[in-house]
């Protein structure tokens, strides 16, 4: 283990450590959330897998960690993980439709994302977008899934321009397929979902908000 690997894992320690644990983690976490994914950044200057070693511990971690409200969003918006790579991973994990909580934090990260701090495009989320269109026709769609695509079309309009994939998501795109088309389709059939799922009544407040 080189000396820059072992002071990574020091790093991403403590980074969970300081952060707490739960759906809600106390407010004075995110000041050392931040500088810890600054540290992380710092090391990745002098070390090119930096990336690759915090993805694929993330991937291959327990539920908490995965899933945690202030690390997982804080890694996505430096861009220590990339989300179209994060999209891919969770899209597969919540396929199934029987990963409710896998489902309910993929609904809030994607408002974090593309709503709230605006950090990436809805192009850059086409895979997990599309899964959760396919819950969205469910007998039980994830908590806050309608709003948020009601926000969506409030915040972005038709989307348009802002469906153009950012960063890492751009580059992948490469000559292929467009991400922007995708992700548009997705959002189009959550919305027909929940649509002709017609409620009788509001869906409850997101906790999040």
Known sequence: MTAGTYHLQTVVKRLYEQAGTGSAPPASSRVF?????????????????????????????????????????????????????????????????????AAAFCVRLLRTALLDDRFCAPADASELLAALGKLASGSNPPEGLRRLVEDMGRALGPLGPNLLPTGAGAAAAGGGAVPGAAAAAAVADIRTAVAARAPSAAEPADPAQ
């Open 33 to 101: 959330t931040l500088a810890n994914v600054q540290l992380i950044l710092a090391i990745g200057q002098a070390c090119k897998k930096v990336s690759r070693f915090v993805t694929d511990m993330l991937f291959y971690s327990d539920e908490e960690r995965k899933l945690h409200p202030e690390v997982t969003p804080a890694l996505l918006a430096a861009g220590v993980v990339s989300m179209p790579e994060l999209s891919s991973h969770m899209a597969s994990a919540i396929a199934s439709g029987s990963n409710r909580a």
